[in-house]
């Protein structure tokens, strides 16, 4: 997307993907951390070529610390202005490190669900969780969204198929369930620590 | 019914369990009442924590039988953060059973 802004909240800013975050991106994409996703680029030239063939239909953003120091990256994928729908995608942290005692997770999904629902005024965001991704499935319920379906042996991921979980998410939910508590959790990285430099 | 304060610590320790479970053997979180569970020595990011909250919240609304929430404007109210760690989780969850018994 041309017209891309950087996203910025209390811990962490998301800002556009670039050609130039290929490696980076490509290590986390390749790391245990992202056994659970869908294979990526598997060298640095496939990898650059995707970051630059991405659509308009595409938001993608690398989450970076207050310093500038990237740690993951996160997208909203498949916008659709007329049915005013979206897919939260990619999400993964790649600096765990740097993320412990932090709300950057929880942060920079909640700029992301901004973003889909005030500024693009979208309804409803969806998406698929491998089966095996319980955590992911565990954090995506607690934060609002509904199991909606399974496709059944959806994917092969890890060297076995599994079944992709179908999330959902709608404008009333996100405000009344989602917000609450991402606003608790950020206070809670915010009440009793320093933040990240 | 009231849990005691013994019990609320089996929750939270059995919620750290689950979450060793999918950690590897260098990260395990020690079931421990001084565990940093969410600040600057703690071992959590904020996905792991929400797995800690998520099963908390679950199994104390199974113990009293009401759905009980961790995550609301009470918790950001709180002077300290309920999820420094387990010592003030256990406190705060005590506080919330107590206030609807």
Not at chain 1, 3 to 25: C, I, Y
Not at chain 1, 105 to 119: H, I, Q, R
Not at chain 1, 136 to 155: A, I, S, T
Not at chain 2, 3 to 27: H, K, Y
Request: glycine share 6%; aromatic share 8%; charged share 20%.
């Amino acid at each position: 997307m041309s017209n891309m802004k950087t996203l910025t909240g209390e811990f962490v800013s998301l800002r556009p993907l670039g050609v130039e975050d290929a490696e980076m991106t490509l290590k986390w994409r390749q790391s245990q951390r992202a056994i659970n996703l869908n294979q990526g680029a598997g060298t640095l030239a496939a990898q650059r070529a995707w970051i630059s063939s991405r659509p308009d239909s595409e938001y993608n953003f690398v989450i970076e610390l207050k310093d500038g120091t990237p740690v993951g990256m996160l997208s909203l994928v498949g916008v659709n202005q007329v049915n005013r729908h979206a897919e939260p995608a990619r999400f993964l942290i790649g600096e765990e490190e740097a993320c412990r005692g932090f709300p950057v997770a929880v942060e920079a999904m909640k700029l992301l669900y901004e973003f889909a629902f005030d500024t693009l005024q979208l309804v409803r965001v969806h998406g698929t969780i491998a089966s095996d991704n319980k955590p992911m499935y565990k954090w995506q319920c607690y934060l609002g969204m509904k199991e909606e379906g399974r496709l059944r042996r959806h994917y092969f991921i890890n060297n076995h198929f599994q079944d992709a979980i179908c999330m959902g998410l709608l404008e009333d939910e996100y405000r009344r369930i989602s917000l609450p508590r991402m606003r608790a959790l950020i206070a809670a990285g915010r009440s009793n620590i320093n933040k990240p430099a | 019914m009231v849990p005691s304060q013994e019990a609320i610590l089996a929750i939270i320790f059995q919620a750290l369990t689950n979450l060793n479970l999918e950690r590897d053997a260098s990260s395990q979180v020690p079931l421990d009442v001084d565990t940093a569970l969410f600040g600057g020595a703690s071992a959590l990011d904020s996905l792991a924590l929400v797995s800690v909250i998520s099963d908390v919240e679950m199994a104390v609304s199974d113990a009293v039988g009401e759905p009980i929430s961790l995550t609301d404007d009470q918790a950001l109210s709180q002077q300290v953060s309920p999820f420094t760690s387990v010592r003030t989780l256990c406190a705060y969850v005590l506080q919330l059973t107590h206030e609807r018994a």
